[in-house]
């Protein structure tokens, strides 16, 4: 292998006729792989079963969770999450089985009435706007596409969001309403925000006076090495400056115990609390509580749901690694074709092909029997400007399915690349 951005026609050439009979080699196997999927495996959803083993729900102040009642969530399940967030149980409220949904809520609670500090409804502004960092999460960028909230890319950088422009951005314009934020292990890229970052959104002046950082912290607890990695919390940081209102920080057990089956939190100020509260009570009478109760006993504390974690890195590690080995081995010889992210923790790899090649590296593999997640899916409305960004998850396949596909994705990769090349020799 040399160097493709130094190689004359007649040698890229050669190497596609080379990379097209590998390429075909793949397709001869049949296979079925997906590495789109951002799940967990099933081993590491077995680890959560004894979670099943409750059968007393009387909580510790006497409550029968079988019950309606505590809307804001029992105690205990308030006081893991915020030792998890590292804010005070009063100021926790804790939901069902997705974190997701309390975000659409919010937002839905935006647009619909707005927020004590709200001059008017969002629906009410001319082109109310928010803040994508990209490539962020398809499912955020989903719910403001949804509202016909317009979305303002921002880029990322391995410290957070450009801040330099995040906050002139939101100086400038009232109608800048929120901004999406995963500042821990992001997805895709799996940067953690610096504390510096953290500052900078507590700190910053808004034009906006209900301006919200959704600040979704889907990824708190997902070390990958033995670093624990802990950021400012937003929420706190935030009350030195007057400015706790405007945070909206989520998390859930997701990626804890069951996707389909955990317990979501979101954190706010004590004025954002009794506001919020106001209007769930509408929507519902309590969330389930008996999930609550087993996922507290479960889990314990903090340090319990560290110590749970820990299994899962066990079986996470190695595929992160045979996703990032793969790509050194395969595709760092050829030049700089491609660069891709080295995560600490979170569910995501982001690998950067040439500009102009991630729909045909995705096109390449789906037609080889790899699925990935769609070319352009981590940005607002599903378009990449560059058409370079693809995200890995290694999660869900077994340890040789993902050598596999990470195999097939380089060739995949160093194929577009190569058909690029000649194409922009012509
Ligand atoms: C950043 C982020 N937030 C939220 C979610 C979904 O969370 P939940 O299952 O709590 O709705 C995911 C799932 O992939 C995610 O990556």
Redesign the pocket.
Known sequence: MANYLEMSTEELQAEEKQLRSAYQNFKNMGLKLNMAR?KPGPHQMDLAMDLFKTTDYTSEDGTDARNYGNLEGLYEARRLFGEVMGVKPENVFVGG?????LMYFLVSVGYTFGFPESPCPWSQVDHPKFLCPVPG?D?HFRITEEFGIDMINIPMTPEGPDMDMVEKLVAEDPTIKGIWC?PQYS?PDGYTYSDETVRRFAAMKTAAPDFKIFW?E??IVHHLTDEIIETPVLLEESKAYGHEDRVFMFT?T?KITF?GA?V?ALACSDNMMKYVCKRFEVMIISYDKMNQLRHVRFLKNKAGVLAHMLKHRRRLVPCFDAVKTTFAQKLTPCGDIAHWTNPKGG?FISLYVMPGCAKRVAQLCKEAGLVLTGAGAAFPYGKDPEDSHLRIAPTYPSLSEVEQASELLTVCTRLATVELLLKNKV
């Open positions: 951002g089985n997705s974190s997701l949904q999460y499912r995963v997805n979704d889907a990824y859930s997701s996707p955990g979501s569910y």
